[in-house]
């Protein structure tokens, strides 16, 4: 087939066919080179230890990955915690620097130094009862020695007391009977020996020196004469008589009976007791019901109690009543503390690997997505959580900085409390109905202490015979706190002045290493590491121990979520006339020891100073002298530095500079309440965290990261640059196939002889539906004609937009029509006129 001939056109449609065969084999090879793009970069990055063979698993960026090519969050590395399953996240660690007054275990973990060879094992490893530890072991002055074959310490108060707390017995050994030892119904022998007293005049002979048959006279009955002088109730003995008295009374002295009052047993009734003359009663408190069987008050108002729980990588759920076992919040890392806010139906919980508190509604706590993080920054080892539900605040402890903060229950606003005197502070309970605080500490002067919630009135409740006090909580019905102790096995109570102590349970069985602890109702529950286990017993007594579950991974913290246990009060700061009770920042309820106290006080961040109205915060004063004005930052264990000075806010103006400043000198803040401190503290370091330090020391898995690095970069780009390539050319090839051509043979548009006769104009295809080409020119006797339009002459860089510009319907009047000029194209003015686009249909061509 012949070139077309000009006027025709070229014919319209797709390609011809295996015009796009050339490009199969590139578009194909374009195809399998992605799917092969894995493999490629894995055998180039394969681990050297490995030989270069198998693919290695890239990590995040924040991600650490394991010898067995496992990613794990870079904050789990050096957490004491085999995240990897095969250690490799726990080598090459630094090793822990305890105190001096610190014992360092195999492991690096750190005890108190009075706990070695004590005869009981705290390391994990056992190092600090293992023989290369106590072989040369000396006892201090203030412990006994148990001999040389077991290199135990005990206190030197435990010599003498009647238990045997010595293997060997060595800690009674030659301990003599003393007199006034012996129990109030026995008799005490002449040589100090003691004889239940009724074998006194029995004939028979019971003391060593016969004392007990002495002076007994027979026959006669002293209650015959005026009932012996008792007041009530005479008993004729071998030997004299006895005076007693009926229930609800006791002897005065010796012989009168008076009253008892029961109710001075603050265990007497469950709840509430009310004495009267010879007898006392119990009732409950509203939303509790007396047992008729048990005698004890059971909560009858609100939900189904139930007992909430930390298993370390979960948060678990346990009713009370049904007995319904549940997951709360699965997928966790290390949750050691947590509370919940009732009255809402929020839980909050403290992550040690994380270093974070975060807070989310009970019901969709299961999904991280709704869990929100409240503090992220300058936490260490937070290990103690306490919410304020009538003020809307909460506290906690942190065992790292050695400090107690507080914040607002969304944690917009904090700020630390106590920093000072602080060694190992653990568990925190509040009391905001009284405004009160309480937490133990288990460092070298092991205590439980009390304060203010605004961190005022701290005292001392606990000082003796307590070794590691680990959980703590409130009966603030009964107004009694309880804790158990891991070193001594016990579970204690003491009223919430320190006073009426009292020990419920001691059981190095049952009270192995007790963690947590909270009461309710008649029951007081604990969790176990050692049995992994929770248990629980009767709170007056410490009976009925009974196992509530058991087989758990790491039981920490333990709390009952009811509504009776957070009783509704009035929030002190809201009931001022002033908005936050006037503070700028934090308005923290003062404790209520007596009528006159204040309600509240306000408190500042730890960047700012509280002024002389005790309601604004100022900037630091300018002062020459060395200030703490630093914010408390996260220490790693290996420094034993104390944390910064602690900013307690009370009702007198308090700075932490070395010398006191005049209050000229204060600069108030120009800045309005913010919801953080305005000076945002500094978060840890990455250098000086054990947790969140991503270690990279062999050369060999660095040079294999960097070698999938580049592969995986420039492979890509190859890739796309071939895309490219490849999509230019495939539409070149498109567009040379689609494009039709077109020649006019009109006079007017004729070329000269000197142009080449195979030159064309191309008009292409558009995006409008068919194709647009010139008018078709009618026949008529005159030539061609145009209407002139009114324009601006300028040069036309393409003529094609001049032919359609030009072209105009014929049937106007004679007159009104010039005929075209016969320059060039180039040449034509641009004029304003319709253009008259036929389709390939109406253009009459043939």
């Not at 530890?133 to 003498?160: D, I, N």
């Not at 009618?778 to 009114?790: I, Q, T, Y």
């Amino acid at each position: 087939m012949g070139r077309p001939e000009r006027g025709a056109l070229r014919p319209m449609g797709r390609p011809e066919r295996g015009a796009l065969r050339p490009l199969a084999p590139l578009l194909l090879l374009l195809l399998l080179l992605p799917l092969r793009l894995p493999q490629l970069a894995a055998a180039a990055a394969a681990d050297p230890q490995r030989g270069g063979q198998g693919p290695v698993k890239e990590c995040e960026e924040d991600q650490f990955r394991c010898r067995n090519e496992r990613c794990i969050p870079s904050v789990w590395r050096c957490d004491e915690d085999d995240d990897c399953s095969d250690n490799s996240d726990e080598d090459d660690c630094p090793k822990k620097t305890c105190a001096d007054s610190d014992f360092t275990c195999g492991n690096g973990h750190c005890i108190p130094e009075r706990w070695k060879c004590d005869g009981e094992e705290e390391c994990p490893d056992g190092s600090d009862e293992s023989e290369t530890t106590c072989t040369k072991q000396v006892c201090p002055a203030e412990k006994l020695s148990c001999g040389p074959a077991s290199h135990k310490c005990v206190p030197a108060s435990w010599r003498c007391d009647g238990e045997k707390d010595c293997e060997s017995g060595a800690d009674e050994a030659g301990c003599a009977t003393s007199l006034g030892t012996c129990r109030g119904d026995e008799f005490q022998c002449g040589e100090g020996t003691c004889v239940p007293t009724i074998k006194r005049c029995n004939q028979e002979q019971d003391c060593p020196d016969g004392s007990d048959e002495a002076g007994c006279l027979q026959g006669l009955n002293e209650c015959l004469h005026n009932n012996g002088g008792c007041s009530h109730i005479c008993t004729d003995l071998k030997i004299g008589f006895e005076c007693t008295c009926p229930a609800g009374y006791q002897l005065l002295d010796q012989k009168t009976c008076g009253d008892i009052d029961e109710c001075e047993d603050p265990d007497a009734c469950s709840q509430i007791c009310v004495n009267y003359k010879g007898y006392f009663k119990c009732e409950c408190h509203p939303g509790y019901e007396m047992d008729t069987l048990t005698k004890n008050c059971k909560a009858v108002a609100g939900r189904s109690p139930s007992l909430i729980f930390t298993n370390r990588h979960e948060v678990r759920r346990i009713d009370l009543v049904k007995r319904d076992y549940s997951r709360l919040i699965p997928m966790l890392k290390n949750v050691v503390a947590l509370d919940v806010e009732v009255a809402t139906n929020r839980i909050f919980w403290c992550d040690l690997s994380y270093r974070k508190i975060y807070s989310a509604y009970m019901d969709k706590a299961s999904d991280p997505a709704e869990q929100e993080v409240l503090i992220d920054e300058q936490l260490h080892s937070p290990e103690g959580l306490a919410v304020d539900w009538v003020h809307k605040h909460i506290y906690w402890t942190d065992s790292g900085n050695k400090t107690i903060s507080v914040a607002t229950i969304d944690g917009g606003r904090r700020c630390t409390l106590f920093s000072q005197d602080l060694s190992e502070p653990r568990a925190i309970a509040v009391d905001p109905l009284r405004g009160f605080m309480y937490w133990s500490d288990w460092g070298y002067q092991a205590k439980i202490e009390k304060s203010g919630l605004n961190g005022v009135d701290r005292q001392t409740l606990v000082s003796d015979n307590i070794e590691w006090p680990n959980g703590i909580t409130l009966d603030l019905l009964n107004q009694r706190l309880y804790w158990v102790d891991s070193k001594l096995h016990q579970l204690s109570s003491i009223d919430l002045n320190g006073g009426n102590r009292k020990m419920l349970i001691s059981s190095p069985d049952f009270l192995s290493h007790p963690f947590g602890i909270a009461v309710f109702e008649d029951k007081v529950f604990w969790t176990d590491l050692e049995n992994e286990a929770i248990f629980s017993a009767n709170r007056l007594n410490g009976l009925e121990i009974s196992v509530l579950a058991e087989n758990l991974n790491n039981p920490h913290d333990i709390v009952i979520f009811h509504e009776l246990k957070q009783p509704r009060a009035a929030d002190a700061c809201e009931l001022s006339a002033q908005p936050n009770g006037g503070c700028e920042y934090l308005c923290l309820p003062a404790p209520q020891i007596s009528s006159p106290s204040p309600k509240y006080t306000c408190a500042c961040p730890d960047t700012m100073w509280l002024g002389p109205d005790m309601k604004r915060c100022y900037r630091a004063p300018q002062s020459t002298s060395t200030t703490t004005l630093a914010p408390t930052t996260a220490r790693t264990p290996a420094e034993n530095t104390r944390a910064p000075g602690t900013t307690v806010h009370s009702l007198t103006y308090q700075n932490h500079s070395t010398e006191t400043p005049s209050l000229a000198a204060v600069v108030p803040s120009s800045v309005g309440v913010p919801r953080a401190p305005s000076i945002k503290p500094s978060a840890p370091s990455p250098a000086t965290s054990n947790h969140s330090q991503h270690y990279g020391n062999e050369g060999s898995k660095m040079d294999s990261t960097v070698t999938a690095a580049v592969i995986g970069i420039l492979v890509p780009m190859a890739v796309i640059a071939l895309l490219c390539m490849s999509g230019y050319l495939i539409w070149r090839n498109w567009k040379r196939k689609n494009t039709k051509s077109m020649n006019f043979d009109n006079p007017v548009y004729r070329k000269t002889t000197e142009e080449e006769d195979e030159d064309e104009l191309h008009i292409g295809r558009t995006a409008q539906i068919g194709h647009v080409y010139p008018a078709a020119i009618s026949s008529f006797d005159h030539p061609l004609w145009a209407e002139p339009c009114l324009g601006e002459t300028r040069e036309l860089e393409d003529p094609a937009p001049a032919l359609k510009e030009l072209f105009v319907l014929p049937g106007e009047p004679r007159s009104q029509l010039h005929q075209l000029p016969k320059n060039s194209l180039s040449e034509l003015p641009v004029v304003k006129c319709k253009r008259v686009a036929l389709s390939l249909e109406d253009d009459g061509l043939p």
